[in-house]
């Protein structure tokens, strides 16, 4: 694993990294962001069982929301719990907590979005009666979202209420109003937009739809205003998105390995570009052809060119978009994206071909694994692959990804780092998730838990972070091995994700500390030393990654000193790291300037308390009084 840098090593050029950008989780074990909370309820519409829900969550602490995914139940249960604790923090809990014996830790609002079967039949009158007190005494609240298809007793029903969503017209029209207040839209162009929403075909799509359909009129009738696209196009991107047209296309392209290929590679790398799509539609045809009879297409004696691409893409309902700048590779280009001209086109198919065909999702992962790298792949098919197999069924679903986390392939062990972040967040599927991480992490072999630890560089740290940081642990560990330089930089850009978040570095900082503890030879101990030397020179990480910026020991001071307190003392008393802190505390105390003396004298008061009589420090003390001390005349240095 270690030559010299191709695009093949784990961090040659982190192509496809440079343009991509951290991906939020949808469900977090743990506070969510602030802003996090105001972007989920920018333009909610208030549904007509809202009231109802706020009375029991007022009376009884507790409220069990029942309905339909693709509701709007998880946007509700963040309105009530920001009403009812008067924007207060939200904290998400597992989906498996077991809340017969979960208590909780501070006030605020707390929302599991979507417990597990198991959880909830362990929910009784009693049970729920405990639970109300203690949410009562710590002035908290709690909503629990339940699916419809998990029964609970009849005896719970007073903390129960049926969820029923808005209407997707109203829906719409919130949206609308969104964009004209973003700047988006002009007052004309929010008013055309909104007298639409009640002319056919829009109507009809509006009244046939779930909450999320009006999402989707909204945004298409935007880009009408906004992009003078015709109204006809926006409805023929709304209907021809639906899973019947999905069905209709692969009908019509099924006896066409041109035509096929080309579809699915669409539909896996749906806004790629037109040249990317073409040679990788290529590479598809030759193993499709092996399905059936026909062979690859030859061009008759009369006909040296073939069809052009816009005809080609009319024939699978694609279309170019226009040329756009993209960039990659350190320089900037031209890009033509292809995409469906149906709406969600490509998530239909995708699932068709995947679920529906008896051994094409086994086709197209042969295609994948023998496809050259080019920027992007890795997150657009990672996660298409990952909602598709969110809807595959039996226990070894996630055994397709196997090949590509033992991979030595980087851009194909991100792949199933993308692929893996979207089915985490599956409430039934989560724990086989984790389960599979765990035990690649144990493994000997630096591939898979390099995939273990890129699989937490994304939205599955941010979601999971305690659980991230414990794989990460176990990653480096790798059986009492020496540190390995792909896993080092692997579970860097770990830590680095984690860091860009503030509620996360006391956690970062802790388990730094912690590795710091333990013996010389352990490989998370060598790691530890590493990472804290990057804190007090150059920053941590090292590495060049989309979304995320070096951090410095100013920093994390800035956030909460009092955490930094015990990581100072361990590594002042580490002959590694004693000179590095020593002169990262000099460097943090200048930028500081006059106005943070107090400050720092306060952090150090607090790390002579904790000392205990440490070597280190009065190695530092001594060394700062000698600095600070005049030189008597006479003796200057000799």
Known sequence: MHGPVTNNNYYGVLDGEAEGTIAKPRFREGPYPPEEVDDRLRDFVEPPSYALCEEILLGRRVLLLR??????????????????????????????????????????????????????????????????????????????????????????????????????????????????????????????????????????????????????????????????????????????????????????????????????????????????????????????????????????????????????????????????AGAARGYRYWSEPVVFRGKHLAEQVLRRLWLDYEGFSGVLMTWLLDLPYEPGVDRVAGRRIGQVLCLASGPDALAQLDPFARSSRSWQRRLVAHALGEVVQDTVLSAAVRAQLGQWSRLKGVEKRCTVAETCAGSLGLALPDFALGLLGTVLDGRGEPLDDDVSKAVSAALGVLLTERANRERVVRRLTDWLGEQPSTARRTYAVRAVQGLCSNGFPAINRAGVRRTMLADLFADSWEVLVPLVLTALDDDQLHHPMAQGLEALESSLGPDGRPQMEAFLGAVLRASGGSRGLRRLLFARLRDRSPVPAGEGVR
Request: aromatic fraction near 4%; proline fraction near 5%.
């Open 67 to 324: 309905g339909e995914s693709g509701s709007g139940m998880s946007t509700a249960a963040f309105a009530l719990l920001r009403q009812v604790t008067g924007n207060g923090r939200i904290v998400g809990l597992d989906s498996a907590t077991d809340l017969t014996g979960w208590t909780p830790s501070s006030t605020g609002g707390y929302v599991v979005q979507g417990i597990v079967p198991e959880a909830g039949e362990c929910l009784d009158e009693v049970a729920l009666n405990q639970l109300t007190g203690h949410l009562r005494a710590k002035d908290a609240y709690l909503v629990v979202i339940v699916n419809r298809t998990i029964a609970l007793p009849r005896a719970i029903a007073p903390w129960c209420r049926p969820h029923i969503g808005p209407s997707p017209r109203d829906v719409a029209q919130s949206r609308l109003q969104g964009m004209a207040d973003a700047g988006t839209l002009s007052a004309e162009q929010l008013r055309e937009a909104v007298r639409s929403l009640d002319v056919p075909p829009f109507k009809e799509y509006l009244a046939a739809g779930s909450p999320v359909v009006g999402v989707d009129v909204a945004e298409e009738l935007g880009e009408v205003a906004a992009n003078h696209r015709t109204l006809e196009a926006a409805a023929d991107n709304l209907r021809i998105g639906t899973a019947e047209e999905a069905g209709t296309l692969l009908n019509n392209v099924r006896r066409s390995v041109d035509d096929l290929a080309l579809t699915a590679t669409i539909a896996l790398l749906e806004e790629q570009d037109r040249s990317v799509v073409e040679r990788f539609a290529a590479r598809l045809r030759p193993l499709l052809a092996v399905r059936g009879t026909q062979p690859p297409s030859e061009q008759a004696n009369d006909d040296l060119l073939g069809r052009d691409i816009d005809d080609r893409l009319a024939g699978v309902e694609a279309r170019l978009l226009s040329r756009t």
